[in-house]
């Protein structure tokens, strides 16, 4: 095999590893400052944090519960912006994926398990497919800017979703603005006696197992991968870079309305107006910090999830605003970005100790 | 028939200039920006600090013109931050703007919460009130859209004309454009790219600021989280949409703001549909508009590009090693 490039993967990894820690110690430290201005005891605030988080299984099934969308939308960003096309529109991905489901959900339609919950997942997944399919193809044939694009139909979507559960989507008879209950067939099952957690956590790891293999192993995630670094270079090279992006850009929104769906059919189990603000928004941070790798994603947005259910621990025992998480995350990004770009370049440091201990060998002879 | 009786009430063009302010400031500030070669995605944070800065500003003042100082300062810095992570790092300009609007988000919704307490008590600020024109007002349909509006509005105005000249007309707004499309050519000629750049992007967040300001301090003179709700990102659209001239860019917002005010009529119209179908129609226009009527546009040449100057130390470092190292080999 090649060794070579082994070490070379382990390098990075390392220095991916290390940045990341270093990043979210700087937005420890900076958030402890504003927690030492209010005069709490940052130490205090971040063991609730921890404890809340992950102290024992149910607050970790917990976690795991908040961080499931998360990370399945976030591998879907992950790999269109590794194609290099900016899907910022998880967010009506994800709505239109979990309306969908549900519709598929709350239906009689009589069927057993088996049929039923793949049938709803596989209706939601289209539906977030097809929504991110709308800026794909506008942007492959038409040149639109992609950002602004999904932005808007975020909006779009979103509202769309609010506008159907107040009214064909209502229960029968009800008075608040939400779906009937998905029926027993429809539901994800649950992994854990005590806690919410359930199987839409194993679809997030069996995703990334695949999204991984289709990138590193396979000749389109190559090619994917090619278009992302270099599309001038790719398209001259004959690769379908439109086919691509497109393509790559179906896979994410298929991923977003699977987060959608596995929300609703794991853990709401009904629709209600806005199920889940900022869920898409966040999972851009979460693919971010996982370096878009689907690895890197899976922890990257356990993480998030052991910080924001920890961060409600924190606020109800110590009165500071859980809001201060969207701080510690930006700083998070942002530290990412700029220790990404001021490489951690441990290649150089070996190179460097190689060197020195040649150039030892050589004063001594 | 009744609802398009709406498009000739006078009401309904007031609220569409005040609606339409916001957006015409913040995407005045996206043009400058973006004209310099920073795609800014960043609006709507700058936007967000504004609206709240201005509110804090104007209630431990009591004064609401100083309350749209504070929103202008805090747009700057956040805008300064993206210059330094965007023009100094040189990460990816998208992908560092939804970090500071999450960083604008974050500060702003802690500081309420750690000002207020967690119960959010409502305390209403100082606002703009509407400027005085005496008899003017009283003119039938102009009275009421033109001389019953706010300061920031008609400030918000003059500032096409002002913008449209510096951008066409001046020396500074030469640089800028240039900075945009051809930054290497600019760096050739003396002219610091990064000034140039950092200078738009106080501009812009200056802009900003008072646009979020505007959200916060003409009428309902509070706060709540993402008051902004996604207006920055409207902004940026405009500013594609007005092909990145500050002209064309007021004419695009102008657009969202009417559509804003229409749905506003429309629910007071009292349709027996859901409310979010009101919501939508913004949004629905800007994107109809710019497929149908705008077609795809391409931006300033070098925009999304951090420019590496030629003079800077890690190719200075490159050529001075090739060039002291004696080479051995011929």
Known sequence: MNTQFDYKRIETGLSYLISSLLSIAVALIISSFILLGQGKDPLQAFSLIFQGGIGDMAAFGASLVRACPLMLAALGIAFAFKAGIYNIGAEGQIYLGAMFATWVGILPLGLPKIIHLPLAILTGMAAGASWAFIPAYLKVKKGFNEVIMTILLNYIGVYFVNASVHSYLQEPNGYYPQTSKVLETATLPKLMANSELHAGILLGLIGAVILYVILQKTDFGYQLRCVGSNPEASRTSGMNAKLTLIAAMLVSGAFAGLAGASEVLG????????????????????????????????????????????????????????????????????CVLAFTNWKLDLSRFFERGAKDANSKLANRS | MQILSLLIEADFWAATLRLTTPLLLAALGGVFSERAGINNMGLDGAMLMGAFFGYIGALFTQNAFLGFVCAAISGALIMLLLGFMSINVKVNQIVTALGTNMLALGVTSTAFRMIFGNDLAQLTSPGLVPVNFGSLSKIPFLGKVLFGQTPIVYLAIILVPISHYIMYNTHWGLKIRATGEHPKAV???????????????????????????????????????????????????????????????????????????????????????????????????????????????????????PYIKSGSKAKRKKVSRAGLKPEVKS
């Open chain 1, 267 to 334: 853990y709401q189990h009904l629709l209600l107006e806005n199920f889940s603000p900022n869920t898409g928004y966040d999972a851009i941070s979460v693919a971010l910090l996982g370096r878009l790798n689907p690895i890197g994603v899976v922890i990257a947005a356990i993480f998030i999830g052991v910080l924001r259910t920890g961060a409600n621990t924190m606020q109800i025992m110590m009165g500071v605003p859980v809001t201060i998480v969207y701080i510690i995350q930006a700083i998070i990004i942002l």
């Open chain 2, 187 to 305: 760096d050739t000629v003396g002219i610091d790219v990064y000034k140039v750049r950092y200078v738009s992007l106080i501009i812009s967040g200056i802009l900003c600021g008072l646009g979020g300001a505007a959200v916060t301090l003409t009428g309902i003179n509070t706060f709540y989280d993402n008051i902004t709700a996604g207006r920055g990102f409207i902004a940026v659209a405009a500013v594609v949409f007005g092909k990145w001239s500050p002209v064309g860019a007021s004419l695009a917002t102008l657009l969202f703001g009417a559509g804003e005010a229409f749905q506003l009529r429309l629910q007071g119209l009292g349709f027996d549909i859901p409310y979010a179908y009101f919501y939508m129609l913004p949004y629905i226009v800007t994107m109809i508009s710019l497929i149908f009527f705008m077609g795809p546009s391409k931006g300033p040449a070098a925009t999304g590009q």
